[in-house]
Nanobody
Framework: QVRMVESGGGLVQAGGSLRLSCAAP????????MGWYRQPSGKQRERVAI???????NYADSVKGRFTISRDNAKNTVYLQMNDLKPEDTAMYYC??????????WGQGTQVIVSS
């Protein structure tokens, strides 16, 4: 099965910004809400942002006001603009459909490390 391809992570100082990208299979992207998830080392994966097919969005309280999710339907790509990054944002970031059970083929993710 075709997997998501995440990119854009890296090492950044606290207060900095990163923009993540995720290329998704068209069969998944076109008909579903898409989300960004993250998994800190040793912890469970959590969803931090969702964008629906009507472009409405929701965010986890921990990132609200700092992260912005968007989608480009022509490119089957979803983005996550992350501003004012904090050390607690350090995690592996993934994208997938919402709910993720719709497409159980996770990509390799992109690592975000925020130094204090």
């Amino acid at each position: 099965q075709v997997r998501m391809v995440e990119s854009g992570g890296g090492l950044v100082q606290a207060g900095g910004s990163l923009r993540l990208s995720c290329a998704a299979p068209g069969s998944v992207f076109g008909r579903n809400a898409m989300g960004w998830y993250r998994q800190p080392s040793g912890k469970q994966r959590e969803r931090v942002a969702i964008i629906r097919t009507d472009d409405t969005t929701n965010y986890a309280d921990s990132v609200k006001g700092r992260f912005t999710i968007s989608r480009d339907n022509a490119k089957n790509t979803v983005y996550l603009q992350m501003n004012d990054l904090k050390p607690e944002d350090t995690a592996m970031y993934y994208c997938n459909a919402v709910p993720s059970t719709l497409y159980p083929y996770w990509g390799q993710g992109t690592q975000v490390i925020v130094s204090s």
